[in-house]
């Protein structure tokens, strides 16, 4: 199906195709006329299905034509979990914004950045897409209102909820006006998830795309049993000896990122964190050089996986492992994207022995285990 058989706008259908889109994945292909129809929507697909279009398209369509609403009274609202994955979504929407008949104005808001510019900026938004705790912050100082939301978007829903924002999420409910669409996006359907569906969502058009079973043959997974202390000096040699140009390191902890960037840095190999309490600023710069492969090693913890998005990453390396296998397929899923194939390594110590076993498991697939290391 095509996507001009969706009803979207053709200043839209032609930036598409300047784009380079040239079919909707499966979840567009089911919730764009959904949305379109301002009926509410429940979509679970993985991450990298297309969900943030999917939404994007079909709110942007409905809005032309809108007369918009007093100032600093947004119609739409995007609510996300993270600062990086607000302003990915923002760029989705400004990629789409630049050619319509009808201005569209986009602001992302989130906190760790001066709050007084975003206050200035949202003079005439027309989509505010967020994090919870700065959306409150805002909306508390009368910067913006939230009466007028006419569609409410939760991006991401179940990290939202891991990262135990459900009581922000209870207020910024209470101040939306009854009636209004609503759309629940996430990679996962758990219980909490369904709870929100209940209390949220009235007769929603549901499209679940079940995650593709092929999407791990591009990954090439091996693991090495390792103990803590000689970690550090083995990833230093996989670098190395593999000459990877582009390599992104998993560590459980703030400390443990800063550590390995530390170490790797005084062994010249060009390395950056990213991680929550590094600065706006920092965080994107870091993420912009990575991408671009101007650096080589970026060390992230869980909470910003979901900000990276790279089509060819070659190597993903899990210095510590995390807490659930599904963290764990989300990691190694950063690389063989795009029909391109990738590895994904595990360094994996004997206290994690088990817990890599579990992962296997719940992951159906079993990963060579290699004991025997070369000296370093």
């Given at each position: 199906m095509p996507f001009n058989s969706l009803g979207l706008s053709p200043a839209l259908l032609k930036t598409l195709e300047q784009e380079g889109f040239t079919a909707p994945t499966p979840i567009q292909e089911l919730a764009i006329p959904?949305?379109?129809?301002?009926k509410d929507v429940l979509?679970?697909?993985?991450?990298g299905s297309g969900k943030t279009a999917s939404y994007v398209l079909p709110l942007l369509t409905n809005l032309q034509g809108s007369t918009g609403l007093k100032n600093r009274h947004a119609d739409v609202l995007v609510l996300v979990p993270t600062r990086e994955l607000a302003e990915q979504v923002k760029d989705v929407f400004k990629v789409f914004t630049a050619a319509l008949p009808q201005p569209v104005k986009v602001v992302a808001v989130y906190g760790g950045v001066s709050i007084n510019p975003q206050m200035m900026a949202l003079q005439g938004?027309?989509?505010?897409?967020a994090t919870p705790g700065r959306l409150l912050e805002l909306a508390g100082?009368?910067?913006v209102h939230l009466s007028g939301i006419q569609t409410l978007v939760l991006d991401e829903a179940d990290k939202m909820l891991n990262?135990?924002?459900?009581?922000?999420?209870d207020k910024i409910i209470a101040l939306l006006p009854e009636k209004r669409q609503n759309i629940l996006l996430s990679a996962t359907l758990s219980d909490d998830i369904e709870h929100i569906h209940q209390i949220m969502l009235r007769d929603p058009v549901v499209v679940k795309i079940a995650a593709e079973e092929t999407s791990l043959d591009l990954i090439r997974q091996v693991a090495y049993l390792i103990s803590e202390d000689k970690k550090g000096p083995f990833l230093r040699y996989l670098i190395n000896h593999h000459e990877m140009k582009q390599v992104l390191v998993f560590a459980s902890s703030v400390h443990h990122v800063d550590a390995i960037v530390n170490k790797l840095r005084k062994?010249?190999?060009d390395a950056r964190a990213i991680h929550s309490k590094k600065s706006q600023g920092a965080r994107t710069e870091a993420l912009a050089q990575f991408k671009s492969g101007k650096l080589r090693v970026l060390v992230a913890t869980d909470l910003m996986a979901r900000g990276i998005d790279i089509d060819s990453l070659p190597f993903v390396i899990n210095y510590d492992l995390p807490r659930s296998p599904k963290d764990y397929i989300h990691r190694i899923g950063r690389t063989g994207r795009a029909d391109a194939a990738g590895d994904a390594i595990s360094l994996v110590s004997i206290n994690e022995l088990h817990h890599f076993e579990v992962i296997q498991k719940k992951m159906g697939r079993q990963v060579?285990?290699?004991?025997?290391?070369p000296v370093v």
């Open positions: 959904a949305i379109l129809s301002k979509g679970i697909a993985k991450t938004v027309n989509v505010l897409v100082s009368n910067s990262l135990g924002f459900k009581d922000e999420l062994n010249n190999i060579e285990l290699i004991r025997d290391l």
